[in-house]
């Protein structure tokens, strides 16, 4: 396994971590494998993972409830006696928040959760513009101080799927130790984006990457014409083996999370990383890699530079965000994975037109 520093925190974090949002189930999302996705911890841990990636909701029934991830690492760590060897990872519920006892009391419960005394990295989870504020006015900056200083957490970090200029402005508010964001070969110009994860480097944060497969789609649904590129190539690697690889290759970033639920996706990922080094990829790699972007590219359906000259709306409509999911779909030709991604606050007050945009 391969190691890079988590920014200027100095710790040494594996390069390939271990995403606890899609654990192995048993007939639904709720209930955990515990026999098969300990034996995947058991495996991943004893090849040199060392960084776990979960959240308060994950494996819960909504983002509105607690989830039984937490509790499952809890139980894992605690009973094979492996905390020390780890790197915890866990997110505050941001959307949750309604005043200050909030803050302190899930982040108790965490702990309680986790069966841990600290929790090495705490995220504030999904921030959103328009949250943000509220966030600040309770106080949750000051909150994380108070973590820090009395050691329930070792470094404070966000998450965040929101555009660059919200990311660039949360970077600037305080003195955040790390931070996560979407990032993979097709969304350099998507959410964060190349300038979000240039500007956060450029701070000393260490740099998570969440969803480097885009949601599995970057593996497994692959146009015909990119399959043929791949095909051709000299290089024989799967999909999701470019994908790592081309992230890989920026050293501005620490951590590639990936979700694995399956032995094969695990020993496949650990495979790819033996070779995770940053600057390796070659002329040609990187030439390949430029083919395959302009094919997924050339299946834009509009041309939006999301210069928000549309907006406001006044149906309420976020119209450039709508043309952005348009786009992906036509790139993937898969409307199921867009319409996985939208949420209300697309389409504010009126459900009715987000049902339109879905018949489209």
């Known amino acids: 396994m391969l190691y890079r520093e988590m920014g200027k925190t100095g710790e040494k974090v594996s390069i390939l971590g271990f995403g606890c949002m899609r654990l192995p189930i048993r007939g639904s999302y709720v209930q955990i494998d515990v026999e098969k996705a300990s034996n995947l911890l058991d495996y991943a841990l004893d090849q040199g993972i060392n960084y776990l ?5 994950y494996h819960g029934i909504s983002t509105s409830h607690g989830g039984n991830s937490e509790i499952f690492l809890g139980e894992y760590l605690t009973e094979s006696s492996r905390r020390d ?18 803050m302190e009391n899930f ?31 309770l106080g949750v900056l000051d909150f994380l101080d108070d973590a820090v200083a009395d050691g329930r ?16 402005e949360v970077l600037d508010s305080y003195q955040w130790d790390m931070c996560q ?33 885009k949601g599995g789609v970057l593996a497994d649904y692959v146009p015909p014409e990119v399959q043929k590129i791949w095909d051709d190539s000299p290089l024989k690697r799967t999909p999701a083996e470019w994908a790592f690889r081309y992230l890989w290759d920026i050293s501005k970033i620490s951590v590639v999370l990936s979700g694995m639920n399956t032995l094969e996706q695990l020993q496949e990922n650990l495979q790819t990383a033996e070779n995770g080094l940053p600057h390796s990829l070659t002329s040609l790699e ?5 083919e395959v972007k302009e094919v997924y590219q050339g299946k834009i359906s509009v041309e939006c530079s999301k210069c928000g000259y549309c907006m406001p709306c006044p149906s309420g409509i976020n119209i450039p965000q709508c043309l952005s999911y348009l ?34």
């Open 53 to 57: 990636d979960t959240a308060y909701p």
């Open 85 to 102: 060897e780890v790197y915890l990872a866990t997110k505050l519920p941001t959307w949750r928040l309604e005043n200050e006892e909030d």
């Open 107 to 137: 982040l108790t419960q965490q702990l309680k959760r986790l069966q841990t005394d600290y929790i090495d990295f705490y995220l504030l989870h999904s921030l959103k513009e328009k949250q943000w504020f509220h966030l600040e006015d």
């Open 153 to 168: 957490i070792k470094y404070a970090g966000f998450s965040s799927h929101d555009e660059t200029d919200f990311i660039k």
């Open 181 to 213: 964001i979407q990032y993979n070969y097709l969304d350099e110009n998507i959410q964060a984006g190349k300038e979000g994860l240039d500007y956060a480097a450029e701070k000393g944060l260490g740099v998570v990457i969440m969803e480097p497969l």
């Open 286 to 290: 990187r030439n390949l890699m430029e």
């Open 327 to 360: 786009n992906q779909a036509g790139m993937f030709e898969d409307y199921s994975e867009v319409k996985n991604q939208l949420t209300p606050s697309i389409f504010h007050h009126s459900e009715r037109h987000c049902m339109a945009f879905l018949e489209l």
